[in-house]
């Protein structure tokens, strides 16, 4: 997993998004739904209307960064539909991504598909540092 540093601002659009936006069309919403700054180093979490796709869209200083993820089973624990964005910690945001329940931390059962291997030890971005790379 990805995890942001722990002074990362972390904000999650509780209404949900249209999932065929790009990195500029959730930089308008940013701007125009959330009233906030895209280009201000917070991360932006958008929702689709099933729930089980997510978006995150940040700026790292020299571009917009659009990360996505869908569920292939649930989905994402999403606050109640209102207008508006609600904070999330960064520790929040990585249970959310994990598609656990970030209110009660509770893991669901993994998704198993007996056709493919799990390579989930291949995207375990977190441990790396400059030394290893």
Excluded at 42 to 53: E, M, T
Aim: proline content about 8%; overall charge positive; hydrophobic content about 45%.
């Amino acid at each position: 997993m990805i995890a942001p540093g722990s002074g990362v601002r972390v904000y999650l659009a509780t209404q949900p998004c249209d999932m065929r936006k790009g990195m500029d069309g959730l930089a308008a919403q940013v701007q125009n739904v959330l009233a906030a700054d895209p280009f201000s180093g917070a991360l932006f979490v958008f929702r689709g209307k099933r729930g089980d796709i997510l978006k995150i869209l940040a700026w790292d200083g020299s571009g917009l960064c659009l990360f996505a993820k869908r569920l292939e089973q649930g989905k994402f624990v999403w606050p109640p539909i209102v207008a508006g964005r609600l904070q999330l910690t960064p520790a929040q945001l990585a249970l959310l991504v994990e598609g656990i329940d970030w209110r009660r931390t509770v893991a669901p059962l993994p998704a198993r598909n007996p056709e493919f291997p799990v390579f989930a030890s291949l995207f375990q971005f977190h441990n790396l540092s400059y030394a290893t790379c």
